[in-house]
């Protein structure tokens, strides 16, 4: 396995510097985020270290160069938007850059990319399936034509009011991760696997890792602390937010000597990369960077070199 993180958490430095950092700080790589250039809408979204919007050769070159230089790997590439919208304008922007990161990935000599499926929240599951599946097969199948991996990040996406009820992410949970792989195929579409968001769910963390074992494509580091006693007073039908808080590597309810055990034992061998939004960690660049040194530390315990 090889230690990164997500470059969203700092969004403040240019890719250069991104990578200087991780180069000096006993990170092997680096998930870097390609949002299209704009203003973020929500925290952590909008960021962009690489430009994919009209990616050339002459440009994968340039990054090619810059990580070279620091001796850091890219684990894949992250654009984690809603591409089932009820809004169709903006479901067909998300699609229509989605493709983009993915053509881009093998001009940069990659083959990971990490996003999300996408939820009508208003809607069922099964309300939102005919239009997930009309609009993931051709996603599905453009990544099989450039030899591109995605992995789906297993976030609900239901923390605020505007993505209430059913969140804007339907990959939430075993039953439907088989439903996706067996309507849409699981060779080029998987898991972005992220622990923390199995707990806040009262779910097993570890069984998933037994089963999907061939569609890790790539999993997060990232920890979550549920406070029972606001949980007793708001119920599991609150918004997570009012009981759970998502904390670093070890400052939370993940058993992380347990969850590399299984991982190794399944025989994934791929990236683990920090994301952080503890808000703990957040009130300046220097923070940020500490919270990614003490995640490197913590880590490194489970994660040789």
């Known amino acids: 396995m090889k230690l990164g993180f997500v470059t969203a958490i700092l969004a403040d430095l240019s890719l250069t510097e991104v990578a200087a950092f991780a180069s000096e700080n006993d990170f092997e790589c680096i998930e870097v985020m390609c949002w299209p250039v704009s203003k973020a809408e929500r925290r952590y979204a909008g960021v962009t270290h690489i430009d994919v919007t009209d990616m050339t050769p002459a440009k994968a070159s340039e990054v090619h160069k810059v990580l070279t230089t620091a ?13 089932l919208s009820p809004d169709a304008a903006e479901a067909a922007k998300c699609v229509e850059h989605l493709k983009k990161v993915i053509v881009a990935a093998p001009l940069l000599g990659l083959s990971r990319v990490n996003t999300f499926i996408g939820r009508d929240w208003t809607k069922s599951v099964d309300d939102n399936w005919p239009r997930l599946i009309e609009t993931w097969q051709p996603i599905v199948a453009l990544a099989k034509e450039r030899g591109v991996k995605i992995g789906i990040e297993n976030c609900p996406m239901s923390f605020t009011k505007d993505e209430w009820p059913g969140g804007k992410n339907i ?21 972005n696997y992220d ?33 029972q006693h606001k949980l007793n007073d708001v119920g599991i039908l609150a918004h997570p937010n009012e009981y759970h808080t998502p904390k670093l590597p070890g400052l939370g309810d993940v058993n992380w000597g347990r969850f590399f055990s299984v991982l190794s034992e399944v025989g994934y061998r791929g990236p683990v990369c920090v994301e952080v939004e503890d808000r703990a960690y957040e009130d300046s660049l220097q923070a940020r960077q500490r919270s990614l040194r003490q995640s490197a530390i913590y880590l490194r315990q489970f994660i040789g070199r």
Not at 71 to 83: D, K, M, T, W
């Open 71 to 83: 001796r850091v790997e890219i684990s894949g590439l992250g654009y984690y938007p809603n591409p």
């Open 171 to 191: 990959a939430t949970s075993p039953k439907i991760w088989r439903r996706l792989f067996n309507d849409l195929g699981s060779e080029h579409l998987g898991l």
């Open 195 to 227: 622990p923390s968001h199995m707990i806040w769910q009262q779910m097993d963390y570890l069984q998933p890792l037994r089963e999907f074992k061939d569609q890790l494509f790539h999993v997060h580091a990232k920890d979550v602390r549920i406070d």
